[in-house]
């Protein structure tokens, strides 16, 4: 006999159970046998009462459980737990082997069974931002656990920092926070660590930097860009820390302009590539992305023949798709006209809700208004340490192209 809650769903909510999908709304419980509090475990069943899955139950939000098992036989004691983390560090060690592993995404929330919980590797420092309550509650027997599996196999981990500093966390009932997990067991609170990706070496700070300090989803997209930049003059849109105008100098680029809206961004990308040694090829500079092309574009410019564009997300909800839309056209258009014949973009869109029709839509459009064709070089996603599960189309949200405008 199970002690959980019952949580009746509607055949809707079924359909999307059997096929894997971890998430129940609110809007697809008929009834509910038994109590509970938020956070707590919770049994999923058919309107018949057949067993669909265990998850974490939130009156707080739209997504009212989260599924994290649809095994009868499983005990969610520590030893459960445990299996889950040694399952998620074993991948990364498949997909993201030597020193890839030192800086790669450990827990990708949903794609690894973790409801809302991301846990990112920066060298010595892990980073964690936790979105649901059923986590939040257990997250010192996880962490800890995890601390202790990396440590055991010899990493070097001084610590782990909380970047629950997001709205999103109040749709959960959480409150926003930032800090050092545990702060009495880390002998060195510097929020900054150094990580090497592709070879080039970045300073990361974990405590001010963006989401959790570096993006890490663009790894391999940035190789692809090196291995076409050699002699090119580079345009690199929305640069952040200057992460693919650095692969591209790497890759042997001519010149590298590197532009961000940001001055702390600018600054930090001026401080990586002194950092490699790339000062006198990447150029930072601080402009609005949206007006430097449209600047260009009445100069008719043709100083760039390799554009990279990496906004950031244009939408994060449904209802503003169609003004994603516009602004990824706009950007791609121009960017389009801007390039000489025989010259190469690189592409992306980084929200789910952008989807990937979507997006190759948009590049179409953007390309016949723009009087030109493109020639795919690469189609891409995010890289492997941001497993896309196929029964949760959330986990899919990086698209990646590189094309040559001809």
């Known amino acids: 006999m199970r002690e959980y809650t019952k949580i009746y769903i509607t055949p809707k909510g079924e359909r999307a159970a059997r096929g894997g999908h971890p998430w129940v709304y609110a809007d697809e419980i008929t009834n509910i046998e038994g109590r509970y509090a938020n956070g707590d475990l919770v049994d999923v069943v058919t ?96 962490f800890t656990q995890l601390l202790e599996l990396l440590r055991k196999q010899g990493e070097n981990i001084r610590g782990i920092y909380e970047r629950n500093d997001v709205k999103i966390r109040e749709l959960e009932g959480l ?96 401080i990586n590539a002194e950092k490699n040694g790339f000062k006198d090829v990447v150029k930072p500079l601080e402009a609005n992305v949206f007006d430097l092309l449209t600047k260009l574009a009445e100069e008719k410019s043709h100083a760039y023949d390799f554009i990279i564009l990496d906004p950031p997300a244009f939408t994060k909800s449904g209802s503003t798709v169609k003004n994603a839309i516009r602004g990824y056209k706009e950007i791609n258009l121009k960017a389009m006209k801007l390039l000489p014949r025989g010259g190469y973009l690189a592409t992306c869109s980084c929200s789910h809700f952008m989807k990937e029709e979507y997006f190759v839509q948009m590049l179409k459009d953007a390309a016949r208004d723009a009087s030109v064709s493109l020639r795919q070089i690469e189609a891409r996603q995010q890289s492997p340490d941001h497993p896309v599960l196929w029964n949760v189309p959330e986990t899919y949200y990086l698209k990646f192209y590189i094309f040559q405008v001809v």
């Open 47 to 142: 309107n018949k009462g057949k067993y669909l899955g265990t998850g974490f139950i939130n009156d707080n939000s739209k997504i009212k459980v989260r599924i994290i098992s649809t095994n009868t036989n499983d005990k969610f004691d520590a030893a459960f737990w445990q299996r889950r983390l040694q399952y998620a560090v074993d991948y990364r060690r498949t997909v993201m082997p030597g020193d890839d592993f030192k800086c790669c995404r450990l827990i990708f929330g949903e794609a690894d069974m973790f409801p809302g919980l991301t846990v990112d590797r920066f060298n010595d420092i892990l980073v964690t931002q936790t979105l649901s309550l059923g986590i939040e509650l257990r997250k010192e027997m996880i």
């Open 175 to 270: 409150t926003e926070n930032k800090g050092w997990f545990k702060p009495e067991t880390v002998a060195d609170k510097s929020p900054l660590t150094e990580i090497v990706e592709n070879g080039i070496h970045y300073e990361v700070d974990v405590e001010n930097g963006q989401k959790t300090g570096f993006f890490l989803d663009q790894k391999y997209n940035r190789q692809a860009v090196a291995r076409i930049a050699k002699g090119k003059h580079v345009l690199d849109c929305f640069t952040h820390t200057g992460a693919f105008a650095l692969n591209a100098a790497a890759g042997g680029a001519a010149s590298v302009t590197a532009v961000d809206v940001s001055a702390e961004a600018v600054r930090m990308t001026g």
